[in-house]
């Protein structure tokens, strides 16, 4: 089916500026979902607070646009109520990262079977700029005038710590690979996060002088390399890409079930 | 001097000419440019004074109270959703006796998302311990941003100012900003006396109290929230004696010899004063009483207003779900002192409901209504509603 298919034009024209990286990452999520096989119907896709969060309203599937930070929290709830369903979760840094950090850690700690997608666009952009736990050391937002002087999540350590079974990186520059790695996340039972870095051309690109949103993708190009690439040992600066963590553990849905059977003898 | 500024902007003089000295900050919006006028003040060397960038509204007021607690002058801002993420903290910060000043902009509660104005998300603070100081246009809010920290440290009690989503907060009106040296002399550095984290003589903040002693420090609140009342009208008096421009806790306008009274809050109360002048000039007695403190209830100044009055109609931009407009509750259970002779009848109107429009035309509806209406309805009447 093409991915128009799965959208829902009636909510168009959609809100995300000129250059902006989240609808190349809609466009493959639904690339990735349409290549499953999976139905529309046995889809959930909930969000939180921020630009990312407003895919759920364009994409037909079950959807739901929550609180801010609380999507990974609500998503729980789907997944223990219909384990049967696939939930995935798209955010942005800020939503992930800062006010719902703890709700990150924590459903990745239980590798629960949800698909986490964080858009990290290193920057609060719905509201206009503010700096994020995602934004790189001395980078400057709204309200870090002078650069920040907080220092970034590497948000793929974050999830590999805190007990995910499934961790990748991609960008929006790299829609191949992104489109097999979003469907390998799906696919993966446990906790899967998924970070594609994507551009903010309107406010972390300006504020920042990164050019335009083609200057910003041309970046992600030249500034990544696949994990353990020859590139990577001759510039460590480089930014790895690739599923860095594929593991079999028990999932959550499914170890609560086999308990409950348990108990009910 | 004067200058053309927006309501967030007038918030964001008023914490910077105040000299608070802490700032914990997370956007949302419409408050975000709040902050951001902050984060470039402090850049710029215009204010001095640490920006703590929080991770949530949960911790910004968490930062807020615990640099109150080391003894100096703290503010913070938000909306709706954030202001109900600080809930918790909310209770903290008056049950801990910090005074700690919060610019919330009303905005409209989710589900379904909506950033417009409601003050659904301020009142429903009320049990917090917060003073909930009400404004009408920038000026007032610039005005009382530098009011509510002498307020809140005289009594020890937070306070927040509140104003409008949009019809303020994003919008610019001509403002006249105090000189930093005149605010100095009319809020002085704060002292906080004997409860701060003093390195030569330890406190203990926090610790648990038992029944009796909680209690005696919970009737301690309410005993400030009623000198509170006093306090504000003090320092009304104290600002206008500084800067010419006075404030009241209950305003009429055009209330004397009204027969109908319009009882507005924010800036209703700005469009309520054009729609009564235009009812005068059709020769209705239409007239406006605006109220500014939500608390303490100021219920002493609403009864000198409406004393005697037959009928008022009290606009709410926010209700309780299963028990209707929130101004027009606290004002019926005020009016229950007076005799039925003196107590007019109260009509209540919910409008402008997640950033509705509350027109001139609204506000002559409302009147008409009650003007031609022999009793109130039992439930508030909704105004504007498209389909019922």
């Known amino acids: ?265 | 001097m004067r200058k053309v500024l927006t309501g967030n902007q007038a918030v964001a003089y008023g914490a910077m000419l105040s000299g608070v000295e802490v700032v914990a900050a997370y956007p949302i919006t419409p408050q975000t440019t709040i902050i951001e006028t902050l984060a470039d003040m402090q850049a710029e060397g215009l204010g001095d004074f640490d920006y703590i960038r929080v991770e949530s509204e949960h911790s910004a007021m968490a930062a807020c109270i615990g640099a109150s607690m080391g003894g100096v002058r703290t503010f913070t801002a938000t909306s709706g959703q954030g202001l109900f993420l600080m809930h918790e903290m909310l209770h903290y910060a008056s049950g801990a006796r910090t005074p700690v000043v919060l610019a919330n902009v009303n905005r409209a509660p989710a589900a379904p998302w909506n950033i417009w104005s409601d003050q659904t998300d301020s009142l429903s603070q009320r049990e917090t311990g917060w003073i909930q100081l009400y404004c009408e246009g920038n000026q007032e809010v610039l005005d009382t941003t530098i009011m509510a920290f002498k307020i809140a440290e005289k009594l020890k009690l937070p306070a927040m100012v509140i104003l409008d989503a949009f019809f303020l907060s994003h919008t610019s009106e001509p403002i006249e900003i105090p000189d930093k040296e005149a605010v100095k002399d009319f809020l002085p550095t704060y002292d906080p006396k004997d409860i701060w984290l003093d390195p030569d003589n330890p406190h203990t903040f926090g610790a648990i109290a038992m029944s009796d002693p909680y209690m005696e420090l919970r009737w301690q609140i309410q005993r400030d929230m009623e000198i509170a009342k006093s306090v504000i009208a003090e320092v009304h008096e104290d600002f206008a004696h500084h800067f010419g421009r006075m404030y009241h806790q209950v305003e009429g306008y055009l209330a004397e010899d009204a027969e109908v009274l319009v009882i507005c809050t924010g800036t209703a109360a700005s469009t309520a004063r054009v729609a009564v002048e235009a009812l005068r000039a059709e020769g209705e007695r239409a007239g406006l009483v605006k109220i500014k403190t939500f608390r303490p209830f100021p219920g002493e100044e609403i009864i000198g207003a409406l004393k005697g009055k037959k009928k008022v109609a009290v606009i709410d931009r926010n209700f309780s779900p299963g028990a209707q407009g929130i101004w027009a509750q606290e004002l019926r259970s005020v009016l229950c002192e007076l005799s039925d002779q003196e107590r007019p009848m109260v009509y209540g109107y919910i409008a402008g409901i997640g950033g509705c429009d509350i027109s001139v035309k609204t506000i002559k509806e409302i009147y008409y209504k009650t003007l031609e209406s022999h009793r109130p309805d039992d439930i508030d009447m909704w105004v504007g509603v498209r389909h019922v």
């Open chain 1, 1 to 265: 089916m093409p991915a128009k298919d799965y959208l829902r034009q009636r909510f168009f024209p959609q809100i995300w500026c000129p250059g902006c990286g989240h609808g190349i990452i809609m466009g493959n999520m639904i690339r990735a979902i349409d290549q499953l096989g999976l139905e529309k119907n046995e889809v959930v896709v909930v969000s939180g607070i921020g630009c990312s969060s407003r895919m759920p309203g364009y994409v037909d599937f079950h959807s739901l646009h929550t609180l801010h930070g609380r999507a990974l929290a609500f998503a729980m709830g789907v997944k223990m109520g219909r384990p049967e369903l696939t939930v995935i979760v798209p955010m942005g840094d800020g939503d992930a990262a800062a006010i719902g950090g703890n709700h990150l850690i924590h459903a990745a700690r239980r590798n629960i079977d949800l698909t986490a997608i964080i858009m990290n666009n290193s920057i609060y952009g719905m509201t206009g700029g503010q700096f994020s736990p995602m934004t790189p050391f001395g980078d400057k937002g709204t309200t870090a005038p002078s650069g920040t002087i907080d220092h970034a999540f590497d948000i793929v350590e974050l999830a590999k710590g805190a007990g995910a079974s499934f961790v990748a990186r991609t960008t929006t520059y790299h829609v191949k690979e992104m489109i097999k790695i979003i469907a390998r996340a799906i696919k993966h039972k446990g906790f899967s996060m998924v970070e594609v870095m994507s551009q903010c051309p309107t406010y972390y690109g300006r504020k920042n002088k990164l050019g335009s949103a083609v200057d910003m993708m041309n970046s992600y190009k030249d500034g990544t390399t696949s994990i353990g690439s020859k590139k990577k040992a001759e510039h460590p600066e480089l930014i790895e890409r690739g599923v860095f963590l594929e593991e079999e553990r028990p999932e959550y849905s499914a170890s609560y079930s086999a308990l409950v059977k348990k108990s009910q003898g």
